[in-house]
């Protein structure tokens, strides 16, 4: 089916890993800093090749590595602030809170648990350069019309899969909302792609000039083009299988 050309696409290039072990994530450090804090200076007094904060032992991380060349072409994470946990629970609460319209949402009111953040999407820079996005920590708005006439061409969709990991851990977790700062032209284009979130506060300058933006379940499922549906579909049964392999495995451990 034409729908499943992207899947089928995405599925032959690369491969989602749940970076659930010290050596995995020591990978997703090292491309949180070779991209936040050596090449974009967005983050200063980075440990080498270390990139990290008080956020990562709440998130989910997960790498996406090019199959051909066994580089890892991504990752991201998506911070679950668990129930019990004390605010700021993620990132956005800690840096961004006072340009949240709480006529919107009352990030105060929220219970832990039961919302999540996407964050810490960082794709190296030898993987933007091939889809002319050099300068950004990801691919913003990057489409080709015939991406089977070069293999570089299919690069653009690794911040499409890997925003995609995070909306399979937000379904999969049942929580009830999703947020993420970022520039309002990403919003755009993820609206293009049939990803609607929703401005929920003002402008400010936290690594460029970005916005507080929010999902919910109704929100998501609505509006997803049928090809990329077909690409969720793939990535949501990947995820849970190997949350689920993770699982056994650390009760196995212990």
Same mark, same amino acid.
């Given at each position: 089916?034409?729908?499943?050309?992207?899947?089928?696409?995405?599925?032959?290039?690369?491969?989602?890993?749940?970076?659930?072990?010290?050596?995995?994530?020591?990978?997703?450090?090292?491309?949180?800093?070779?991209?936040?804090?050596?090449?974009?200076?967005?983050?200063?007094?980075?440990?080498?090749?270390?990139?990290?904060?008080?956020?990562?032992?709440?998130?989910?991380?997960?790498? !996406?590595?090019? %199959?051909?060349?066994?580089?890892?072409?991504?990752?991201?994470?998506?911070? $679950?602030?668990?129930?019990?946990?004390?605010?700021?629970?993620?990132?956005?609460?800690?840096?961004?809170?006072?340009?949240?319209?709480?006529?919107?949402?009352?990030?105060?009111?929220?219970?832990?648990?039961?919302?999540?953040?996407?964050?810490?999407?960082?794709?190296?820079?030898?993987?933007?350069?091939?889809?002319?996005?050099?300068?950004?920590?990801?691919?913003?708005?990057?489409?080709?019309?015939?991406?089977?006439?070069?293999?570089?061409? !299919?690069?653009?969709?690794?911040?499409?899969?890997?925003?995609?990991?995070?909306?399979?851990?937000?379904?999969?977790?049942?929580?009830?909302?999703?947020?993420?700062?970022?520039?309002?032209?990403?919003?755009?284009?993820?609206?293009?792609?049939?990803?609607?979130?929703?401005?929920?506060?003002?402008?400010?300058?936290?690594?460029?000039?970005?916005?507080?933006?929010?999902?919910?379940?109704?929100?998501?499922?609505?509006?997803?083009?049928?090809?990329?549906?077909?690409?969720? %579909?793939? $990535?949501?049964?990947?995820?849970?299988?190997?949350?689920?392999?993770?699982?056994?495995?650390? %009760? %196995?451990?212990?």
């Amino acid at each position: 089916m034409a729908h499943n050309h992207l899947a089928d696409s995405f599925n032959s290039y690369f491969r989602l890993i749940y970076a659930d072990n010290d050596e995995l994530l020591k990978q997703v450090f090292k491309i949180r800093y070779d991209v936040f804090c050596d090449e974009l200076r967005l983050e200063e007094n980075c440990p080498k090749d270390i990139e990290k904060d008080e956020f990562d032992i709440f998130a989910k991380h997960f790498l !996406l590595q090019h %199959k051909q060349s066994g580089e890892f072409a991504g990752t991201v994470r998506f911070v $679950i602030p668990p129930q019990g946990s004390k605010k700021p629970g993620f990132p956005i609460e800690k840096y961004c809170l006072d340009t949240i319209d709480k006529s919107i949402v009352d990030l105060a009111s929220l219970p832990p648990g039961t919302y999540g953040e996407v964050s810490r999407l960082a794709v190296p820079s030898r993987f933007r350069r091939r889809a002319g996005e050099k300068g950004k920590p990801y691919i913003v708005d990057s489409h080709q019309k015939n991406p089977e006439s070069d293999k570089n061409r !299919l690069f653009p969709y690794i911040s499409v899969g890997l925003y995609l990991v995070c909306a399979a851990l937000f379904v999969e977790k049942e929580l009830d909302y999703a947020f993420i700062m970022a520039e309002p032209r990403l919003a755009r284009a993820m609206a293009r792609i049939g990803i609607k979130f929703e401005r929920c506060g003002e402008i400010m300058e936290y690594h460029g000039q970005r916005a507080p933006f929010y999902i919910d379940q109704e929100m998501l499922k609505k509006g997803m083009k049928p090809e990329v549906a077909s690409l969720f %579909k793939l $990535i949501k049964s990947t995820v849970k299988t190997q949350l689920s392999k993770s699982s056994q495995r650390h %009760k %196995k451990a212990s």
